[in-house]
């Protein structure tokens, strides 16, 4: 198993520009989650799906917008990027939203800088 | 107010010293608490959860949640460099995950 997978690793964008960032993972599991970390701090939820077709907001969904067409594939569009979405931005899934119990895997994630 | 606070740091030890990591959190309601641990430009992996109240151990490592005062740590025993990393605390509630702002440790040779 690949587990989580999130392309690309770095990407530098000119403010207002778009991107798509990848994410796949290959454990069937049905909640999938975007998070962004920026320097120094913790994560914090972009958006989540709980399974296909399914998306949810986050804490700060604003300037992104996701999709779920797919078990497997989870992306997160960026319009009109700002350098306020500099960041690490990382994919997760779990199998289910049973509590901690059921662990999140984290994808390596995209270092995106916007300038 | 935060819904979890992590004593921000940086830490640094020396081998084989016991380490402390501290977070305190808001809501009574709380009842899972974990712990990830980072490498340096890596994801954060789960390292351990726990339910309620009490201690967890697993090897080098311990858990503890104490709700009375809504302050959870963890205790590394027996530092070694490759425990070097950044430690997020979390806390799971209502489907969510929130995160410390994380602990960044340095266990030197």
């Known amino acids: 198993n690949a587990g989580v997978t999130q392309t690309p690793k770095f990407r530098i964008l000119k403010i207002g520009q778009s991107m798509t960032l990848q994410c796949t993972q290959d454990?069937?599991?049905?909640?999938m989650y975007w998070y962004r970390q920026d320097p120094g701090m913790g994560l914090k939820l972009i958006y989540y799906?709980?399974?296909?077709?399914?998306?949810d907001k986050g804490e700060v969904p604003n300037g992104y917008n996701v999709s779920r067409s797919t078990t497997e594939d989870f992306p997160l569009r960026l319009e009109l990027a700002a350098p306020s979405q500099t960041s690490v931005y990382f994919c997760?899934?779990?199998?289910?939203?049973?509590?901690?119990?059921?662990?999140?895997?984290f994808g390596p994630g995209t270092r995106l800088t916007v300038l | 107010q935060k819904e979890v606070e992590q004593d921000p740091g940086p830490l640094s030890v020396p081998e084989g010293a016991i380490v402390s990591l501290n977070c305190t959190y808001s809501?009574?309601?709380?009842?899972?608490f974990m712990w990830y641990r980072q490498y340096s430009r890596k994801g954060p992996e789960l390292l351990m959860y726990t339910y309620s109240s009490g201690n967890k151990e697993d090897g080098r490592f311990t858990a503890q949640v104490d709700k009375s005062s809504k302050y959870i740590s963890l205790f590394i025993r027996d530092s070694q460099p490759s425990d070097s990393a950044t430690y997020l605390c979390a806390i799971f509630f209502a489907g969510k995950s929130t995160f410390g702002d994380g602990t960044t440790l340095t266990v030197k040779p």
């Open positions: 997760a899934s779990s199998y289910s939203l049973a509590g901690a119990t059921d662990t999140q895997y």
């Open positions: 454990m069937n599991h049905n909640y």
């Open positions: 799906s709980v399974g296909a077709g399914i998306t």
């Open positions: 809501n009574s309601a709380f009842q899972y």
